[in-house]
T-cell receptor
Framework: SQQGEEDPQALSIQEGENATMNCSYK?????LQWYRQNSGRGLVHLIL?????REKHSGRLRVTLDTSKKSSSLLITASRAADTASYFC?????????????FGRGTQLTVWP | DTAVSQTPKYLVTQMGNDKSIKCEQN?????MYWYKQDSKKFLKIMFS???????INETVPNRFSPKSPDKAHLNLHINSLELGDSAVYFC?????????????FGSGTRLTVV
């Protein structure tokens, strides 16, 4: 299997708390991307981290990448009810056909007001 | 100002019918994709086109045929629909064929075969 796997499958927190989601993968990558999917909608690109980067920030999002452990984490700080969605990691695998992304099955995040 | 738009949003049809899903992007991207999301939210690539040229053709039944009349459009035609084809189909585009800047997705077409 070449796709990533998110952990946990589901996460339920209160507004204001931080949410951490993890992604593990099995092959060498060019980059890893995180997407958000609101119920009944398409995926929205959140952040891309390249294999030579270790950490990236975008607003309340912080992504880390550990290529030695083949894992990434997405941290959402000070969560809001509007952050409720499924979050997917996707890997651009080295040696794979250009443009092909391998998606995990996602973490369902629920933020309670 | 929708960046990637696909139609229809919902499609309910009987087994054996032929149907098409259309996708258009106004981002000026070179590459477009079709992904299938199953009931467990697993997303898998089906096809990709770069400047009207097929570059990814995943192992999907021959009943599925993509067509790209120009780089802003990628349509998906499905013949002889089966129950197992029920899923959400997403169109996406990327700046170039590397996908190195991320994808932009459409809002999906929920196909239900009865």
């Amino acid at each position: 299997s070449q796709q990533g796997e998110e952990d946990p499958q589901a996460l339920s927190i209160q507004e204001g708390e931080n949410a951490t989601m993890n992604c593990s993968y099995k092959t060498s990558i060019n980059n890893l991307q995180w997407y958000r999917q609101n119920s009944g909608r398409g995926l929205v690109h959140l952040i891309l981290i390249r294999s030579n980067e270790r950490e990236k920030h975008s607003g309340r999002l912080r992504v880390t990448l550990d290529t030695s452990k083949k894992s990434s984490s997405l941290l959402i700080t000070a969560s809001r009810a509007a952050d409720t969605a499924s979050y997917f990691c996707a890997t651009d695998n080295r040696g794979s056909t250009l443009g092909r992304l391998y998606f995990g099955r996602g973490t369902q995040l629920t933020v309670w007001p | 100002d929708t960046a990637v738009s696909q139609t229809p949003k919902y499609l309910v049809t009987q087994m054996g019918n032929d149907k098409s899903i259309k996708c258009e992007q106004n981002l000026g991207h070179d590459t477009m994709y079709w992904y299938k999301q199953d009931s467990k939210k697993f997303l898998k690539i089906m096809f990709s086109y770069n400047n009207k040229e097929l570059i990814i053709n995943e192992t999907v039944p021959n009943r599925f045929s993509p067509k790209s009349p120009d780089k802003a459009h990628l349509n998906l035609h499905i013949n002889s629909l089966e129950l197992g084809d029920s899923a959400v189909y997403f169109c996406a585009s990327s700046q170039d064929s590397t996908g190195a800047y991320g994808y932009t997705f459409g809002s999906g077409t929920r196909l239900t075969v009865v």
